[in-house]
Nanobody
Framework: QLQASGGGLVQAGGSLRLSCAGS????????MGWYRQAPGKQRELVAS???????IHRDSVKGHITISRDNARNTIYLQMNSLEPEDTAAYYC?????????????WGQGTQVTVSS
């Protein structure tokens, strides 16, 4: 249902843009989010974009990582600039249904981001 892409190996200070495309669901009925999980650590929320357009970003990424969504394309993005080695993780997109779709949840397969120092 969700297909994440755009990860890769980048040097510190570089940029990447992750994409998450959905099929079989209508994004406007879902709160969307990007999570990440580094080796040996718990999965954490990086940023979210609610169905009404409200965005929230984790304090540690504010100013260099930005979430956006294009409901017409059923796609969300994570623009990552000034990447740091601490941003190295597998990144997952997530969709949580709202209103009549509440209770439905989907995960993308993850895309690896590796930032070298």
């Amino acid at each position: 249902q969700l297909q994440a892409s755009g990860g890769g190996l980048v040097q510190a200070g570089g940029s990447l843009r992750l994409s998450c495309a959905g099929s079989g669901i209508i994004f406007s009925n879902y709160d969307m989010g990007w999570y990440r999980q580094a080796p040996g650590k718990q999965r954490e929320l990086v940023a979210s974009s609610s169905s009404d357009g409200t965005t929230i970003h984790r304090d540690s990424v504010k100013g260099h990582i930005t979430i956006s969504r294009d409901n017409a394309r059923n796609t969300i993005y994570l623009q990552m600039n000034s990447l740091e080695p601490e941003d190295t993780a597998a990144y997952y997109c997530n969709a949580k249904g709202v209103r009549r779709y509440r209770g439905r949840e989907y995960w993308g397969q993850g895309t690896q981001v590796t930032v070298s120092s």
